[in-house]
């Protein structure tokens, strides 16, 4: 992606035709956004939306009404606050665009119900339940031309994209092996002292509102794996249990796959709450070197010794990450001086910098780098996994 | 913070204690993710690249504590300052490669340094540094902005006693049965000089050297390492101002502490003497010396 801008880039990714004719939302004016689901990752994604240009959040949609007292801290106070998202749909004319970060199996729902009501939907992953909800989706978004993104932040990440870049460009050789790990020992249990909010609150808990670690994490995973080697898996060896938190939930505590892509790509895949080790890192081996990136925070280049040389590796920076000396990838390090402005606007947080895109996607009528495509692909393959581990 | 949190829990159910330890840890790594100097995607690092010339839109909460941060450094004298990290780069301490800088370098460090030079816009949420190479850390103060953030979980969950602990150096017990906290001897750790009863209470302590012994702190007015004091504890009901105040009273001599003490009520401050006995300044403390 070097010497291309951003904007061009992203353009040349459309597959999906939106219309432009119909968007709500001018050039000048602010985007009203009405937050659905004001839990634990809607607060973080309120929170972002604080410094999103162009963004005004206008409202706050909740069944919970502590998650609402909290979200009002982060708003500074001035929102509506809703406990029906179908009434604030009704309601609240100046509200373009939803953010959607509710149980899994609400967001089919909530997506088709918002883009019918006008709105522009920016919805966590999943994309929905199973392969029927996802194409009541994407029927919906065809119909009435609006914006549908999906929550796949490492696309929009500086440190990813200088990854992908390397990958793209043949640094590392053919990828032939990666290892996907996200490791965290936590319960995923709220703490709920009335027992009539289990099911609501400890919904991550349940197969009814949940796909658990492989629709949370793996999804995520499953798109990285897809954006850099342009693959989808295609054989898939899963096993999963629950081995830890024997408490009554449903989900697994840990799964462990093997994927097969076209090519002879392999992907292991481990997903864990049971013990934090190495915490999350992503790996991509090729025949020419190694890319790691961990904690979606820093990442290296572990050349081959036998891999040819580039003249820029002569100034690089190196470190020791274990008994191996790596490069760091700096994003900044390679990129033009006349894209500084988007270069220090792209290193902000990946959380961020999606939602300022989707800002400018509705004031574009762009389609989003991670859209109806995207979400659909890595749903689908992740009901496949959960498919075949149970 | 680079720092450890722990939490100790009482209650009757184990699994209902350990899901709300969870979740005030989870809400102490979001602190961590806002707060960190170092990481590039947290808010602070995007106002180190962005505050000038600004203005940019912040984050309410944050926004309001930086705002109390400067308070808090006008109200010291400016011994507490989130400004003041030109002058630790000047010494080496935020790179950990200590060094001594020349005069010039601290007196242009110095030119980047106090609240004047950033403009807090409450109304419009937003913020700009007035001049280019103006920084913020939060290290003085995220301490104790993650324990009492972790603190209103722990409240909400109505847990009936807790303590939290932010690497051991900012305490808060919530309001309860209370716990009784020991007060290290800064030069030999494992010596006990002190034990203080809080309930409701935070406990915060500073020392002039980091765990490797070398100096670590800066005083902001004057761009001097400071070596005078071993270390401070400060004692009052909240943990933001505690760890905040910690750090400035290292800097501020006994009679700028006792009239800081004086004209803010419910403050306490406790220096430990190389002589193992403890001098006590500001409000009145359930403290044994031991």
Redesign the interface.
């Known amino acids: 992606m070097r010497g291309v801008k951003r904007r061009d880039f992203l353009k040349g990714m459309a597959v999906i035709p939106i219309s432009t004719g119909s968007m709500a939302g001018s050039q000048e004016g602010e985007v009203g956004i009405g937050v659905i689901g004001t839990g ?1 990752h809607g607060k ?1 994604l309120l ?1 972002q939306l ?2 999103v ?1 162009g963004a005004k959040v206008v409202a706050i949609c909740d069944i919970y009404e ?1 998650n609402l007292l909290s979200a009002l ?4 106070g001035n929102v509506r606050t809703y406990s029906d998202y179908r009434k604030m749909l009704e309601e609240e004319k100046g509200v373009q665009a939803v953010i959607i970060a509710t149980p899994h199996n609400l967001h089919a729902g909530m997506s088709i119900d918002s883009m019918r009501s006008g709105k522009h939907v920016f919805c966590e992953p999943p994309m929905g339940m199973d392969i029927e909800e996802c194409d009541r989706v994407i029927e919906a978004q065809k119909e009435t031309g609006r914006v549908y993104q999906i929550g796949f932040q490492r696309r929009y ?1 500086a440190l990813y994209r200088h990854a992908f870049d390397f990958i793209r460009s043949g640094m590392i050789g053919r990828v032939g092996l990666v290892h996907l790990q996200w490791h965290k020992r ?2 995923w ?5 009335d027992q009539r909010w289990e099911k609501v609150l400890n919904w991550r808990l349940y197969k009814d509102s949940s796909l658990g670690l492989v629709g949370e994490y793996g999804l995520h995973l499953i798109d990285l794996l897809r954006w850099f080697t342009g693959k989808t898996p295609e054989k898939i060896f899963a096993l999963g249990g629950i081995d830890e938190w024997r ?1 009554g939930r449903e989900i697994y505590d840990n799964v462990e796959l093997l994927l097969g892509c076209p090519g002879g790509l392999r992907a292991f895949v481990s997903l864990n709450i049971t013990n934090s080790y190495r915490g999350d890192f992503e790996l991509f081996m090729g025949t020419k070197g190694s890319i790691l990136i961990a904690k ?2 820093k990442g290296w280049m572990f050349k081959e010794a036998d891999a040819p040389k580039s003249g820029w590796e002569t100034l690089a920076k190196r470190e020791a990450v274990g008994d191996e000396t790596a490069i760091i990838l700096d994003a900044m390090a390679t990129k033009l001086v006349e894209e500084e402005e988007m270069i ?1 606007d792209e ?4 959380f ?1 910098a999606e939602l300022q895109d989707f800002i400018e996607c509705i004031r574009e009528g762009r389609r989003p780098e991670a859209g109806l495509q995207e979400g659909y692909e890595a749903t689908k393959a992740a009901l496949r996994i959960i498919e075949s581990i149970s | 913070m680079k720092t450890s949190f722990e939490l100790v829990l009482e209650g009757e159910d184990p ?6 330890g ?2 005030a840890l ?1 809400e102490v790594e ?1 602190v961590e993710e ?1 707060l960190s100097f170092f ?5 602070v690092s ?1 106002i180190n ?2 505050g000038y010339p600004g203005p ?6 944050l926004l309001s504590l930086i705002s109390r941060s400067l308070q808090i450094c006008r109200e010291t004298g400016g011994a507490f300052d989130i400004t003041a990290t030109p002058l630790l780069s000047c010494w080496g301490i935020t790179e950990r490669r200590p060094r001594s800088p020349k005069e010039w370098e601290i007196r242009r460090a110095l030119e980047l340094v106090g609240p004047d030079k950033i403009e807090v816009d409450l109304r419009e ?1 937003s913020l700009r540094f007035k001049r280019d190479g103006v920084s913020i850390s939060l290290g003085g103060i995220g301490k104790g902005y993650a324990v009492w953030r972790a603190a209103k979980i722990l409240e ?3 847990i009936e006693s807790a303590v939290i602990s932010g690497g051991g150096s900012t305490i808060y017990a919530l309001k309860g049965k209370g716990w009784r906290i020991g007060i290290v001897d800064p030069v030999e750790p494992k010596r006990r000089v002190a034990v203080i009863r809080i309930d409701g209470m935070a406990i915060s302590t500073s020392s002039t050297v980091d765990g490797d012994g070398n100096p670590h702190i800066v005083d902001p007015r004057t761009g001097m390492i400071c070596e005078g004091v071993r270390s401070v504890s400060v004692v009052c009901e909240d943990p933001v101002m505690a760890d905040a105040l910690s750090t400035a009273f290292l800097v501020m001599d006994r009679d700028e502490v006792a009239s800081f003490c004086r004209s803010h009520e419910g403050v306490a401050a406790i220096f430990p003497s190389p002589s193992g006995r403890v001098e006590r300044i500001g409000m009145d403390l359930d403290l044994e010396e031991v």
Do not use: F
């Open positions: 634990v973080r929170s604080q410094k240009k502590p801290e982060i708003t500074g990440s936590q319960s249990r709220r703490a709920v002292a408490d979606e925070q220090r290193l902000a947080n990946s961020q | 699994s209902y204690l350990r899901s709300a969870e979740e989870e979001r806002q990481l590039p995607s947290s808010e995007w690249r962005m940019l839109k912040v984050e309410p909460r949420r909400e969950k109505r």
